[in-house]
């Protein structure tokens, strides 16, 4: 498995505070990568970073080993990295299928994108059949439960036809028969050839879903590895219990 | 119609397109048809100007969701510099026109672009500041502007002026046809993200700042040939009126009014306000300012889509129930009626980092 | 050289007049997220209230803070009430509240129009061609106290905005808006009393200009956006910081016609505000924290 | 009209460039130049003023001075064209100080209420912006309120001018001031410190000052030139460059809420000139109550007209008393100025004996009329572009509240002062 996304000492400073220092990460083609941290860990500080929401202070990403640190949000979707936002966002004034239009007009390379109305139409329809909003294409997300927008989120993402897929906590708040669908979704989209990079706080789902899983704490990198041994690590423990206390 | 349909850009419904036609049919013949006293002839005249000129505000303020307090600026660029041209060289005066417009919209771009990355208050606020300051420094520069007495054009005898009304009316269709277009299109749909969230639009790929740059560079571009006719229609004119708050606040005026956001609203702003400003502040002059300011707050509070909306809710009294978008998926078919009454406002004013500390 | 002092002179009494008109401003958008263009239309109003008591009535401007106070805390109260309150906030009711304060500021206008006429007003006191001398320069007396009150007035704030519960509440929800909720506060009732006291130094702010400068029905446009430029250069952090918001603002318009010609410095203002906001697009409060 | 119809219309949509580029059509009947030259049953007289917004208090003088002289004019039954007495009527609108406004309201009295003639409203921009409509329809307009040259240079057929350029009055004043400069009252090489308003009118005085400084041969030399935004409040930073200069002679030219504004600031920032002077405002009555009588004393002004010049008696006491009459005050320049223009206009039309634009215009070209305006004659001379050319009075505030006319000599009523005494001590 050739490296597809990887990151070199990637660092976001906030005045003195560093919301991620240092990190080195990097997520193979088809793989699913779960990043974990107590809260304030610097999980979605670093997810904003690789999709250009906010430019890095230091370190390097690199895209196929091409160096994409420092571009905008917008040219990171269109090389093929896509990220979901942990309260989603969808546009509250367009409807559920126009919601993941957009991201079929807009997403990708240029030479892919929808061209028409027709294209983005049916990509679109394909997606939210895929998963599981078809029947409410027509409605708004406001008339969607938490579940159907986190949904939406995903559509509209993988509309972009990105190569890798943020997912920002899209299982937390989401009731057992939600969460066990979402989690067979996000299976599906690995099935369909994206490579995920998902934080997650609910351990069952990251876990059962993870090819690896990272922790960060503090901003810091702390522990890397297949589940059982990030979950048998001794500073994850701390980390986690640290929290707790 | 099924003939029309497959030729037309997909973007463009037949019964627009026939509506199109028909009114632009029905306004140019009308002053051949009936014929006007010059005086009405000419504020039909400017009704059109103004409505293309609202139009375009309204491109950035209701597409794209960035009001404008400065569109005076582009106006007065426009105009200024189509009427130069139009003293000095033996340019057709459309050119004149167009390149006046290119002015404007170079320089909206110019101070645009930097404070099209502020959103919301923040831009409005930056644009009354540079429309002030583009206001006192084209009155500073007389060689330009000829300074607070203006510049007078080449008096055009009546024939002129009389033929400026087609002129207008070319224009403004031309703008309605680019208004449907940005609306209607794919970019339509991008305009709405980045207006609905900037950010979220950008985390699917919309080219935020390019959208709104090209935005805005159209608007001024619109507006700056408004200028020019406005110039070549009102033959003198001064830094003071053409650069004034109060005309980027009549733009304003005339897009809130009408409606902001909808494709038509601004002509039918456009049209009401020349109509007030002729024959109902003619009468009582004392009053207009009140008057637009209440239509403002009247309009935020209870009517958010303006006079469009109004009509919409007429309509809607005698059973018209306007269809948002149809859908087909396999043999179902789809159809959302009305935007929802209540739609809950996007949850995007939480900084990133913030968002963590509360997970 | 002497120019120099005496421009210096110039900007520093001019810059306490302008603190004043920005914290109302200023303390309006940090708690409640409105940018608030009706503010021009108070300091409009608030000059011809103070007008009026000193030609109908005989009352000494500088006598009537009192009365302006008062009488503008229960305007703001009574617009928050009846109209503000039912408007969207944030970034994304920002231009509603924009629009439709500014129709307000519109319909204000047009009753002063109504009532005053367009004419200039001014106040006209036994001392207001009074001159005093500082530094060698002569000032007018006037300008000097409107300075010793705006001073006195940030001094009172800065006490009211340290040693009240409320006003340490208004300086935390300022700071970072998510903190109103947990304040605890009666919302509400904290966001009318915002706006009543940032109305009421509008108010003052009004009061003061009258007794320098002549007024119409359009005046307060002009001062609406220097105190904006003055609370995006300041902050909201603390009263120091807008009064080094004013410092600034004041020195750059007055020292400005040492290099340009004099027509020329009525747009420095508003260069400034393009330039500031442009440089500092994290809005009006650079000192806040990214949690 | 159908062939043009339907050619028009079988022009697609969408091809813009090709539409503008195609002809448009023309207006199909020119005006009507009349039936018949027959005397009409009235004649029709239309008029704009700005009667609200920024202009609103002198749009109003003008208004009286418009209203006494169609009054007297009724009075003995109208204006005697073609051996026939016909009465005048006045339309006048409110034009709100808006040029837009302005333009629109006479292109509608002109072509939908049939006015005969224009008169013009007040301020030079609103002027130069109306009188647009008039030359384009080729129908006389008489104004009294736009003195800027700039109006009169553009080589316009119709338009007539009854103010004298403001380049004038700067004139006027710099040779009472040259005068006092011989008799050794104001230093010699004399500073000047030059304020003027960014208008027409601000530019014209500019120019006088200048023209005149230059031609003196070194008496007069302006060191500090600047100009300042129409309703400006705070003057203090040019006035600080006028105190840093050191000039001897404060000439500044200002409308009414400015010259307050700034006087009150000249005042209290402890400066002083020998002479001073805010063009043509300085004896206003309003402006004496805003600033106190002692800080206007000895302020220098030019004007168009001044009631003292009843004094001498003739048309100017008749003009007065019928005012009076009306108004119960003294009229100022406005209203005599609105009043001359009138009257102006009327005799043109009994010298012409019709309303016929072109024998109006020919006869209004020509006009030589006894008048009230200083010089006692007033007349639109083509080699000014139809501006009349007039000299103005020179006057000086006293501190016992009167502002006698102290220039031109033939018309004094009263001694001037100079250097200021205010200076002293």
Excluded at chain 2, 62 to 89: C, E, P
Aim: proline share 4%.
């Amino acid at each position: 498995m050739s490296r597809l996304l990887e990151g070199e000492k990637v660092s976001k400073h906030f005045g003195g505070l560093k919301a991620v220092d240092a990190v080195d990460f990097y997520l193979s083609e088809g793989e699913i990568l779960g990043l974990i941290g107590p809260n304030g860990a610097g999980k979605t500080t670093l997810f904003s970073v690789v999709a250009g929401s906010i430019p890095p202070s230091a370190g390097l990403l690199l895209l196929d080993g091409k160096q994409m640190s420092g571009w905008n949000a917008h040219r990171i979707v269109h090389a093929g990295v896509c990220r979901t936002h942990q309260i989603v966002r969808p546009f509250a004034r367009l409807s559920i299928l126009e919601n993941v239009m957009v991201g079929a007009f807009y997403g990708g390379k240029r030479a892919k994108r929808a061209k028409t109305m027709r294209r983005a139409h049916e990509q679109g329809i394909e997606l939210l059949d895929f998963v599981g909003l078809r029947e409410r294409a027509a409605r708004f997300p406001s008339e969607l439960t938490l579940a159907g927008r986190k949904k939406l989120e995903v559509a509209r993402a993988l509309a972009t036809r990105p190569r890798v897929l943020l997912l920002d906590e899209v299982v937390a708040g989401l009731n057992p028969v939600e969460s066990q669908k979402m989690v067979e979704l996000i299976r599906g989209v690995r099935d369909r050839g994206v490579s995920i990079i998902m934080i997650e706080h609910v351990m069952k789902a990251v876990m059962g879903l993870s090819d690896r899983v990272m922790v960060l704490d503090y901003g810091k990198k702390i522990a890397e590895g297949n589940a059982e041994q990030v979950a048998a690590n001794p500073e994850v423990v701390a980390a986690y219990l640290g929290q707790e206390a | 119609m099924r003939q029309l349909t497959r030729w037309l850009p997909e973007w463009a419904s037949p019964w627009a397109v026939v509506a199109f036609v028909f009114g632009f049919a029905v306004l140019y013949s009308l002053p051949l048809v009936i014929s006007f006293d010059s005086y009405t002839h000419g504020i039909i005249t400017q009704a059109f100007v103004f409505a293309a000129a609202a139009m375009a505000w309204n491109w950035l303020g209701g597409y794209v969701g960035q009001i404008s307090f400065g569109h005076a600026a582009m106006f007065g660029v426009g105009g200024f510099l189509s009427a130069r041209l139009l003293l000095t060289t033996s340019f057709p005066f459309w050119i004149a026109w167009i390149v006046g417009g290119l002015a404007a919209a170079s320089y909206a771009l110019l101070w645009g672009h930097p404070t099209l990355r502020l959103r919301g208050p923040y831009f409005a606020i930056a644009t009354i500041g540079v429309s002030e300051a583009t206001r006192l420094i084209a009155t500073y520069w007389g060689d330009f502007t000829g300074g607070s007495s203006g510049i007078s054009l080449p008096i055009s005898e009546g024939t002129a002026k009389f033929s400026l009304y087609w002129y207008a009316l070319y224009f403004m269709a031309f703008v309605v046809l680019l208004s449907y277009y940005l609306r209607k299109s794919r970019i339509g749909l991008g305009l709405l993200a980045i207006k609905e969230d900037v950010d979220a639009a950008q985390d699917v790929g919309v080219s935020a700042n390019y959208y709104q740059d090209a935005v805005l560079f159209l608007s001024g571009l619109v507006v700056g040939v408004a200028g020019g006719i406005y110039a070549s229609y009102f033959v003198f004119i001064e830094p003071g009126d053409m650069f004034g708050f109060e005309r980027s606040i009549s733009f304003l005026l005339m897009g809130v009014i009408g409606g902001v956001g909808t494709i038509l609203g601004p002509v039918l702003g456009a049209f009401v306000f020349v109509i007030l400003q002729e024959y109902l502040i003619a009468s009582y002059p004392d009053l207009y300012l009140g008057l637009y300011g209440t239509l403002l707050i009247v309009v935020i509070l209870f009517e958010p889509l303006g006079l469009s909306g109004l009509l919409l809710r007429i309509a809607r009294l005698f059973g018209y129930r306007p269809r948002v978008l149809d859908i087909t998926v396999g043999d179902t078919k789809l159809t959302a009626m009305e935007e929802p009454e209540a739609v809950e406002p996007p949850e995007s004013d939480v900084e990133p980092a913030r968002k963590e500390a509360k997970a | 050289m002497e120019e120099v002092v005496r421009l210096g002179i110039s900007a520093v009494l001019l810059a306490g007049l302008y603190s004043v008109m920005a914290y109302g401003l200023g303390l309006i958008y940090g708690v409640l997220r409105i940018v608030n263009l009706a503010h021009a239309g108070v300091i409009m109003a608030a000059a011809y209230v103070t007008w009026l008591l000193h030609s109908r009535l005989g009352i000494d401007p500088y006598l009537a803070i009192p009365v302006i106070l008062v009488v503008f805390f229960i305007f703001g109260v009574l617009l928050y009430k009846g109209v503000v309150r039912f408007l969207p906030r944030g970034a994304a009711g920002g231009v509603q509240s924009l629009l439709l304060l500014f129709g307000i500021w519109l319909v204000m206008r047009n009753g002063a129009y109504l009532l005053f006429s367009g004419n200039d007003r001014a106040i006209r006191t036994e001392y207001s061609t009074h001159s005093i001398s500082i530094f060698g320069t002569s000032v007018a007396q006037s300008r000097v106290v409107v300075f010793v009150i705006a001073v006195l007035t940030l001094a009172a704030l800065h006490l009211f905005l340290t040693r009240t519960y409320t006003g340490k509440a208004i300086r935390a929800v300022a700071q970072n808006p998510d903190s109103g909720t947990i304040v605890g506060v009666n919302v509400e009732r904290f966001y009318a009393l915002t706006f009543g006291i940032g109305t009421s130094l509008g108010g003052l702010a009004g009061l003061l200009l009258a007794t320098i400068f002549a007024f119409n029905p359009t005046s307060g446009a002009v001062e609406l956006l220097k105190s904006f430029v003055v609370v995006v250069l300041g902050g909201l952090g603390s009263v120091v910081g807008i009064a080094l918001g004013a410092l600034v603002l004041a020195f750059a318009e007055s020292y400005a016609i040492l290099i340009l010609p004099s027509y020329l410095t009525a747009a420095v203002s508003f260069v400034l505000l393009v330039v500031v906001l442009v440089l500092r697009p994290g809005g009006l409060f650079g000192q806040r924290v990214l949690a | 009209m159908k062939a043009v119809l339907v050619r028009k219309g079988t022009i697609l949509l969408g091809m813009l460039a090709l539409l503008i580029a195609a002809c448009a059509p023309t207006e199909d009947a020119a005006r009507e130049a009349g039936d018949e030259a027959e005397v009409p049953d009235e004649i029709l007289v239309g008029a704009t003023l700005p009667l609200t917004g920024e202009e609103a208090d002198n749009g109003l003088r003008y208004q009286e001075g418009y209203e006494l002289a169609f009054e007297v004019a009724n009075e003995d039954g109208g204006l005697e064209i073609g051996g026939e007495t016909v009465p005048v009527r006045l339309e006048l609108l409110d034009d709100t100080t808006d040029q837009a406004t302005a333009v629109n309201l006479a292109e509608r009295l002109i072509n939908r209420d049939q006015v005969h003639v224009m008169l013009g409203t007040y301020s030079t921009a609103l002027v130069e912006a109306q009188s647009t409509v008039a030359e384009q329809n080729q129908i006389p307009y008489v104004n009294g309120g736009g003195a800027a040259t700039a109006i009169y240079d553009r080589g316009y057929q119709w338009i007539f001018g009854a103010l004298a350029p403001v380049e004038l009055l700067a004139t006027t004043q710099m040779e009472w001031i040259q005068k006092e400069q011989e008799a050794g009252n104001v230093p010699d090489p004399a500073e000047i410190a030059l304020l003027w308003e960014n208008t027409s009118h601000g530019e014209d005085y500019r120019k006088g000052v200048q023209d005149f400084a230059e031609q003196s041969g070194g008496s007069f030399e302006v060191v500090v030139d600047e100009s300042f935004e129409l309703d400006s409040k705070d003057f203090s930073a040019v006035l600080s460059k006028v105190k840093s200069s050191g000039a001897d002679l404060f000439l500044a030219d200002a409308h009414l809420p400015d010259y307050v504004t700034m006087q009150r600031q000249y005042v209290s920032s402890d400066l002083c000139h020998d002479v001073i002077t805010y063009g043509a405002r300085g004896s206003e009555a309003d402006a004496a109550e805003a600033l106190g009588q002692e800080n206007v004393n000895y302020i220098l002004s030019a004007v168009w007209w001044n009631a003292q010049l009843g004094e001498q008696g003739g048309q100017n006491e008749q003009f007065i008393n019928a005012y009076k009459e009306r108004y119960n005050t003294d009229p100022e320049w406005y209203q005599a100025l609105g009043y001359e223009t009138v009257r102006a206009l009327f005799t043109a039309i009994e010298d012409a004996g019709s309303v016929e634009p072109e024998p109006l215009r020919e006869a209004l070209a020509n006009l030589e009329m006894e008048s009230i305006l200083p010089g006692g004659q007033l007349s639109f001379p083509e080699e000014t572009g139809y501006q009349a050319d007039y000299p103005f009075v020179v006057q000086q505030n006293l501190p016992d509240g009167s502002s006698p006319i102290v220039y031109p000599e033939e018309l004094a009523t009263g001694k001037a002062i100079a250097p200021n005494p205010n200076c002293e001590g």
